[in-house]
Antibody, heavy 120, light 110 residues
């Protein structure tokens, strides 16, 4: 069974850096046919794709947030980490990680999500 | 990477069919057959309903179907049931290893 679970702080202060971890099970981060994406959703708003890491460690980022995002992975720990710098209250959102398969670019399954609030 | 355009809301009565549109550009929806659809109930994580424009994963009801014409993809739900009431999001590959979501559509079953 494939599962993903997000973890990280519940709250961060403005200007701080957010670090989120996605721990996966049921598949390997070295599997050439799969990767992991991060997606966020502000309360009551739409989903927004943020970043993706491929099995070969290639990374891609949302154009609008590229300067603030860093994605990385530790294959031995089955973890994908997302860092977002200079947090602002508008970054308050539920952050999800999801597995992506490369033959169809489906995001499946998703983690349960973790709500991060940015407030002083 | 502008968000794909979806209607904010659609509604239908039990047993009816509804269609949710997802309009992008020639740089995303129009260029790739990598449009997927996700169902999200309030407070829950999204669930994959359709991939590659029209492919249903195992376990998803055959009442859900997808299609695409030009820069617009569509999700059709036939034989509406109360349990279909939810939020629906489309997602498209946008080239250069990036993806873009739609603004979401709230489906109300009357």
């Amino acid at each position: 069974q494939v599962t993903l679970k997000e973890s990280g702080p519940v709250m961060v202060k403005p200007t701080e850096t957010l670090t989120l971890t996605c721990t996966v099970s049921g598949f390997s981060l070295s599997n050439a046919r799969m990767g992991v994406s991060w997606i966020r959703q502000p309360p009551g708003k739409a989903l927004e794709w943020l970043a993706h890491i491929f099995s070969n460690d290639e990374k891609s980022y949302s154009t609008s947030l590229k300067s603030r995002l860093t994605i990385s992975k530790d294959t031995s720990k089955s973890q994908v980490v997302l860092n977002m710098t200079n947090m602002d209250p508008v970054d308050t959102a539920t952050y999800y990680c999801a597995r992506m398969t490369y033959y169809d670019f489906r995001l499946d399954p998703w983690g349960q999500g973790t709500l991060v609030t940015v407030s002083s | 990477q502008s968000a794909l355009t979806q209607p904010a809301s659609v509604s239908g009565s039990p047993g009816q069919s509804i269609t949710i549109s997802c309009t992008g550009t020639s740089s995303d929806v129009g260029s790739y057959n990598f449009v997927s659809w996700y169902q999200q109930h309030p407070g829950k994580a999204p669930k994959l309903m359709i991939s590659e424009v029209s492919k249903r994963p195992s376990g998803v009801s055959n009442r859900f179907s997808g299609s695409k014409s030009g820069n617009t993809a569509s999700l059709t739900i036939s034989g509406l049931q109360a349990e279909d009431e939810s939020n629906y999001y489309c997602c498209s590959y946008a080239g250069r290893s990036t993806w873009v979501f739609g603004g979401g559509t709230k489906l109300t079953v009357l």
